[in-house]
């Protein structure tokens, strides 16, 4: 589980997204990210390969 950083009013959806990012580990081959509410509309936005939705 992480915290965005909801309390600044200047952060915009794509660095709530950068968070998302860097919170992952480089190692890891099989990431699964749930996003619930304001996490359901970041995940998708930065290009990160995939493979299924």
């Not at 860097?22 to 390969?49: C, F, N, Q, W, Y």
């Amino acid at each position: 589980m992480m915290n965005l950083p909801i309390e600044d009013s200047s952060v915009s959806l794509s660095d709530f997204a950068d968070v998302v990012l860097r919170s992952l580990t480089k190692d890891e081959e099989d990431i699964i990210l749930v996003g619930h509410s304001m996490a359901g509309t970041i995940i998708p936005i930065r290009d990160v390969p995939v493979e299924s939705l």
